[in-house]
């Protein structure tokens, strides 16, 4: 029962340098998000996906590109890494509203580091 | 101004004591609000969702106010566990997106 699985964990990365978060989850779900979180920021939304092939612009798109070419994963993509890039991403998937919740579940998270 | 706002804390309160967080959101055409809780270094996690008519799980209580775009929870009886910071959370009709306020952060000690 893994819910969300995020790859990596843990990254350096040195300034200009490109690396793919991958997010994979099976509970089947439709939509999948990627946030990231700063000190005293909050989560933000970066990119998101309403279905397989499909993708949008979230609050702070700018240096990152995603794809979902498969409903289970959600990849990240950082074509030069910036040290303002430092930071813990978060990928999610939801279900439709269910009149409760949307059904939010988190991965663990990769924690980026950008020297 | 950020779409969702909190008090940052940190609010450091004796074990049994009761807390309150508020929150006041911007967007009126936010629909759905939850509260989640964020241990150190892990996910977040949905604690519970907000209704109009008030809710409550246990020791903990949400209310949201549409009228004055103020959501709070309150916790009675406060455990060592509680530690955590709490996120107010707001979504949009239509949309499964959701705004994140900065959290707030409580400490409870014995």
């Known amino acids: 029962n893994a819910g969300v699985t995020q790859t990596p964990k843990f990254r350096v990365l040195k300034t200009g340098q490109s690396m793919t978060l991958l997010c994979a989850q099976d509970?089947?779900?439709?939509?999948m998000y990627w946030y990231r979180q700063d000190p005293g920021m909050g989560l933000r939304l970066i990119h998101y996906?309403?279905?397989?092939?499909?993708?949008a612009k979230g609050e702070v798109p700018d240096g990152y590109n995603v794809s979902r070419l498969k409903k289970q994963n959600f990849l990240l993509g950082l074509e030069s890494a910036a040290p303002s890039q430092t930071s813990v991403y978060f990928c999610?998937?939801?279900?439709?509203?269910?009149?409760?919740?949307?059904?939010?579940?988190f991965g663990s998270g990769t924690r980026l580091t950008v020297v | 101004r950020k779409e969702v706002e909190q008090d940052p804390g940190p609010f450091n309160v004796p074990e049994g004591a009761t807390v309150a967080f508020n929150c006041t959101y911007s967007?009126?055409?936010?629909?759905?609000f939850f509260w989640y809780r964020q241990d150190c270094r892990k996910e977040p996690k949905l604690l519970m969702s907000?209704?109009?008519s008030g809710n409550e799980d246990g020791r903990f209580t949400a209310q949201l106010n549409r009228a004055s775009q103020y959501i709070s929870l309150l916790i009675r009886d406060s455990k060592l566990s509680d530690s955590a910071t709490y996120l107010c959370?707001?979504?949009?009709?239509?949309?499964?997106?959701?705004?994140f306020g900065k959290g707030t952060m409580l400490l409870v000690s014995p």
């Open positions: 509970m089947n779900h439709e939509y």
């Open positions: 996906s309403v279905g397989e092939g499909t993708t």
């Open positions: 967007n009126s055409a936010s629909q759905s």
């Open positions: 959370v707001s979504a949009s009709s239509g949309y499964s997106t959701l705004t």
């Open positions: 999610a998937s939801s279900d439709i509203w269910t009149g409760d919740d949307y059904g939010y579940t």
């Open positions: 907000v209704y109009s």
